[in-house]
């Protein structure tokens, strides 16, 4: 054993406005590298997930939508987890259910009743599992997806209401309340899990990811009551932690995208990426985690708008690319653009389309590769 | 060492216009190329529509089995491997500048390139600047072996011809004119590149009608109008709510175009052939399997073509990866292809003549016909895909512009011949990964329910 853990926290659905007036998240800067402005593939967790393991985007790797878990090109793309396992890594995955991620070079697979099962409890444990293994010399992937924002969000919005709503969308207050109190539940089992995780030791030689895979409206734009539906920032936008022993702490303002995760754990742990299978569409961020700058590159998102249907489409219906300060939003089943000045305009209220600014072709021009 | 690929692509290119004594295009780059090279010209596209002929190509599998056939478009089936990804395992650099339907639809995927710099819109043309920007790439190719797939539109109807061009003695037609254009700057790549090593492949994925006719010393020219023209010139550069507005507009000109042609075909008298190649299009019912549009050009020059040689044996366009890796010393992708090499046919060995599997273009409108069938260089064979009954045969040797259905008095040749393609039907890829089969959808749908989804 000479090489790391890896860890991920996958905390389903929280926003990045939570984590940064939360006093658990924030506590976590002090030894991490916190990406504030990481842009999600997918806003929802199917296609963000599989954009994360695999490093690329799902146009590519098959994955871009609710429908196209079995779609993924797994000849094509390598998943992070089929890395460390050829490395003998054990890799044991919790997940709420066995769409969500690639199980490829999974040891155990398992899946939680999101109802039922205390995930505290349950992921504590498998920490434990975790701490034996490393403890014969062997090295883990321990990936634990943390569902019970999802769970509430089922209960009371997705199952009483449509994306158009307007009870929904007149009681942005109530959504607001609900929203608080399901990410309060998601810091009390983050304390928990990292306090066992340093009862264990398992700190000192893991690389910690936390992260969220998207965040989730609270009725921000009629046409959304949850996510996946729309492109903006406020389910594209999700938090990033790497934390490892021997971090200088920082927070990286710069966009990145959430597909770099998977070369940079690649890099940490000094694993080369196989040439035998598709480039990847991520970059390591190891450079900007020890302060050397590279260059900001766009993000590509898109989703699959249900509009009036009840099923998710089966393709993806929107796209939008993004830097940190504009995003063109392409509305591909009516055509319509959208773009938005981000530094002015955080939430996307102001469309400039057509306003003859020359970003908007270039935006519409990088967009194009994405078509 | 590996030699070099230019695998260049004249979107529309007959194969009588390439080589043939009654052309009347200039072409001494095209024509030095054959001069020093194996000239194949009788060489059959199955399917007259670039992004599944292209499929095809690269896959060396006829069309109908790599996913993007039957009744739609479907994306290129991304478990069928391709030659591009054969050639990048053995170290070869891919390049690729085609245009945009071709990425959207899987072909090159495979490709190094990244889609931005190796695609551009339907409407470039070489002379707006995409020659230019081959010329750039030829020029930055350091690194070797590399393979570089080059796609030229412009002889897609309907066709512009550049000013310089636009005179007689470059053609008498449009397309003869443009043929003249692109052979200009064919031979500005090859200025670029070293025979000894680098291997040259010119084809085309399929041909098309050229309507223009002399008859009785008069020619009937109804090739493109200026109002097609100015439409396809105007491409996707308009904002995206004017798409639909445009399309009605070229089909009220189709119509009004279609509807004087007719009248003034009706008092001439013409032969079926005649008729059909002054009223039909690629996309016409039933136009898209005739030779117009299924025979093409094939050239390989260049590295390791030690004689040069024309050779009118059928072949297809699946066999040319087959023929390129045998070339360069590659094993063969799989055993489990309908290409073939060609290589014993360029010293005159005997090969066996495989019958080419040829079909209609699926997907034009839910009105259409689709046709599949055979071709031999005898005999075509061409029935409806979903009534076994609708059927024809033509006698290519004494019959070479279809004219007449014999299927009456030969049937013992239909059957022959309906045995053959149910032979290669039966080889359909059946499991098609970009499609949820039914118990993967209803799998998906009980997982998407308890996530609150459906």
Redesign the interface.
Same mark, same amino acid.
């Given at each position: 054993m000479n090489r790391k853990n890896i860890i991920i926290l996958m905390i389903d659905g929280g926003r990045l406005d939570r984590a940064l007036s939360s006093s658990t998240f924030n506590k976590l800067k002090n030894n991490s590298a916190f990406f504030s402005q990481s842009i999600t593939y997918g806003p929802h967790t199917i296609a963000a997930m599989h954009a994360v393991f695999s490093g690329s985007y799902g146009n @590519?790797t %098959?994955t871009n939508s609710?429908?196209s878990?079995?779609?993924f090109?797994k000849?094509?793309f390598k998943t992070l987890t089929e890395y460390l396992h050829d490395l003998e890594y054990h890799t044991l995955a919790d997940v709420?259910? $066995?769409?969500v991620i690639p199980k490829q070079g999974f040891d155990n697979f398992l899946i939680h009743d999101e109802l039922k099962d205390d995930l505290t409890l349950r992921h504590c444990n498998l920490l434990e599992e975790m701490k034996k293994y490393n403890s014969e010399e062997e090295n883990f992937f321990l990936y634990l997806q943390y569902s019970n924002i999802?769970t509430g969000?089922?209960?009371e919005v997705?199952?009483v209401y449509d994306n158009f709503s307007p009870e929904y969308f007149s009681n942005k207050e109530k959504n607001e309340q609900r929203y608080d109190k399901l990410f309060k539940d998601a810091e009390n089992y983050l304390e928990i899990i990292l306090q066992k995780i340093r009862t264990l030791e398992l700190n000192k030689n893991s690389l910690i990811l936390v992260m969220s895979d998207h965040g989730i409206s609270v009725g921000e734009k009629v046409g959304e009551r949850a996510y %996946?539906a729309f492109c903006y920032d406020y389910t594209l936008r999700t938090f990033t932690y790497f934390l490892y022993p021997e971090i200088h702490p920082i927070e990286i303002k710069q966009q990145i995208r959430t597909i770099d995760f998977m070369p940079t754990i690649l890099e940490y742990l000094n694993i080369p990426i196989s040439e035998?299978f $598709?480039?990847i569409d991520g970059e390591s961020l190891i450079p900007l985690i020890l302060e050397n700058p590279i260059e900001e590159k766009f993000a590509f998102s898109e989703t699959g708008n249900p509009l009036k249907d009840? @099923?998710?489409p $089966?393709e993806p219906n929107i796209k939008s690319i993004r830097s940190s300060k504009w995003k063109l939003i392409f509305n591909e089943y009516d %055509?319509?653009?959208e773009l938005y000045g981000l530094e002015s305009d955080p939430y996307e209220e102001n469309n400039l389309i057509g306003k003859n600014l020359k970003i908007e072709e270039i935006l519409w021009k $990088?967009i194009?590769?994405?078509? | 060492m590996k030699p070099n690929i230019l695998f260049l692509v004249i979107d529309s290119l007959r194969s009588d216009q390439c080589y043939d004594e009654n052309k009347t295009s200039i072409t001494p780059n095209i024509d030095s190329l054959i001069k020093q090279g194996i000239y194949f010209s009788q060489t059959i596209s199955s399917i007259a529509s670039t992004s599944p002929s292209m499929g095809s190509i690269f896959t060396g599998i006829f069309p109908f089995k790599t996913g993007m056939s039957n009744n739609t478009y479907e994306k290129l089936n991304s478990t069928i491997p391709t030659y591009v990804e054969h050639l990048k395992k053995n170290g070869y650099a891919t390049f690729a500048t085609t245009s945009e339907i071709n990425s959207f639809l899987g072909i090159t995927e495979d490709f190094d390139l990244k889609i931005k710099s190796s695609t551009h819109n339907n409407y470039f043309s070489l002379f707006d600047g995409l020659g230019e920007k081959i010329i750039d790439k030829l020029n930055s190719l350091v690194k070797t072996p590399w393979f570089f797939y080059i796609h030229i539109n412009d002889l897609h109807q309907p066709i512009i011809v550049p000013k310089d061009f636009s005179d007689k003695k470059f053609g008498e037609t449009d397309y003869d004119q443009m043929i003249s254009a692109i052979d200009f700057w064919i031979g500005k790549f090859l200025q670029k590149i070293n025979l000894k090593n680098t291997l040259v492949v010119l084809t085309a994925d399929h041909g098309e009608y050229i309507r223009s006719l002399k008859i009785d010393n008069k020619i009937i020219n109804f090739e493109s109008t200026m109002g097609e023209k100015i439409l396809w010139k105007i491409g996707n550069k308009i904002p995206a709510k004017l798409y639909g507005p445009k399309k009605k507009i070229g089909l009220y000109i189709q119509k009004i175009r279609n509807s004087s042609r007719k009248k003034y075909l009706n008092n001439l008298s013409l032969s079926k052939y005649e008729k059909r190649v002054l009223t039909m299009s690629r996309m016409s019912q039933g136009g898209h399997v005739y030779d117009d549009v299924l025979k093409v050009p094939l050239i390989f020059a260049g590295f390791n073509i030690k004689s040069a040689n024309i050779i009118s044996q059928q072949v297809g366009l699946v066999d040319i990866f087959p023929t390129i890796t045998e070339l360069i010393g590659l094993n063969n992708l799989t055993s489990n292809i309908d290409g073939t090499s060609l290589i014993p046919l360029f010293t005159n060995q005997h090969l066996d003549e495989k019958p080419i599997f040829i079909q209609s273009i699926p997907h034009i409108t839910k009105n259409h016909s689709h046709y599949f069938g055979i071709r031999t260089s005898e005999f075509k064979y061409v029935r409806d895909v979903n009534n076994f009954k609708i059927f024809e045969l033509f006698n290519l040797i004494n019959d070479p512009l279809e004219q007449d259905d014999i299927s009456n008095d030969f049937p013992e040749i239909v059957t022959k011949m309906e045995n053959i393609l149910q032979n290669y039907l039966k080889q359909e890829i059946k499991s098609d990964s970009q499609k949820l089969d039914k118990n993967e959808r209803e799998k998906v749908e009980e997982e998407l329910k308890k996530l609150g989804y459906l």
């Open positions: @590519r %098959g609710y429908w878990t079995f779609k090109k000849n094509k709420v259910n $066995e769409l999802h969000i089922m209960n997705l199952k %996946g035998k $598709e480039k009840k @099923r998710p $089966e %055509g319509s653009k $990088e194009q590769n994405y078509l | -």
